[in-house]
């Protein structure tokens, strides 16, 4: 269940799109006697129950407020996949406006930074993502540093790609961000040897930041990256999430 949690961010926000994921998860549906059980666990602090009901009233039930209530209720029982699916939740605003009762930034960032904080890797990138931006947050460069750094070091090739922009326009010492803007170019590189568009960024990155280092830098830096891709590949095996 926690990792059906993860990969499906159910939100469906109309009718239509109800209707749609309905037509293709006809297992997600929870007959009346399963409901009267799983509310029972639920209400006993089954993380899981409260999620399969969420799924339930989100996609079968047609009843979102419903939903979104068993939602809170695993997010608030500490379950990460229900934490990042109710900041995903409250960060969405529907074409005609009939959500916008629950379109909360900053409650949203609170619990982004909760499934970041328990290792969800689509959270820690999202939550670096609101840093750069100020979204829901107080806009900050090296938290968004921090949290881009923690997903890319256990192989989050889009959260590279931030890093690599964001030091590309840091305001700090020029060598300092070179440096950096290189290493995490040439991490990039290698989790990306499949080829693709981040291989292609990647690889140009390197090639046009490789003149400007020493001698020294460019020693400096590529043992800092060689030891990033190591840790990765411990963490991982397969190393890059494609990008949707």
């Not at 007959?31 to 129950?49: M, P, W």
Request: net charge negative.
């Amino acid at each position: 269940m926690r990792s059906l949690t993860l990969i499906l961010l159910l939100i469906v926000s109309t009718v239509s799109e109800a209707q749609d994921f309905h037509n293709r998860n006809e297992s997600l549906e929870v007959k009346d006697s399963e409901r009267r059980l799983l509310v029972q666990k639920a209400h006993a602090g089954d993380a899981a129950a409260c999620m399969r009901l969420f799924m339930h009233f989100n996609v079968w039930g047609q009843n979102q407020d419903m939903g979104r209530y068993w939602l809170i209720q695993a997010a608030m029982l500490n379950d990460a996949g229900a934490q990042f699916n109710l900041a995903i939740v409250l960060r969405q605003k529907s074409p005609d406006g009939s959500n916008a009762r629950f379109y909360d930034l900053q409650e949203s960032s609170f619990w982004m930074r909760k499934a970041a904080e328990q290792k969800v890797i689509f959270a820690m990138f999202e939550l670096g993502r609101d840093y750069l931006t100020g979204t829901g947050v107080e806009k900050s460069e090296d938290e968004a540093i921090k949290w881009l750094g923690l997903a890319s070091r256990i192989g989050d090739s889009m959260s590279m790609v931030e890093l690599v922009r964001l030091y590309e326009h840091r305001s700090e010492s020029a060598d300092q961000a070179v440096s950096q803007e290189y290493v995490w170019s040439r991490v990039l590189q290698d989790v990306s040897s499949a080829g693709g568009a981040d291989a292609e960024y990647s690889s140009a990155h390197v090639a046009k930041l490789k003149p400007k280092l020493s001698t020294k830098q460019l020693e400096a830096s590529e043992r800092l990256a060689n030891e990033i891709v190591a840790e990765i590949k411990r963490h991982t095996g397969a190393i890059s999430r494609p990008n949707p």
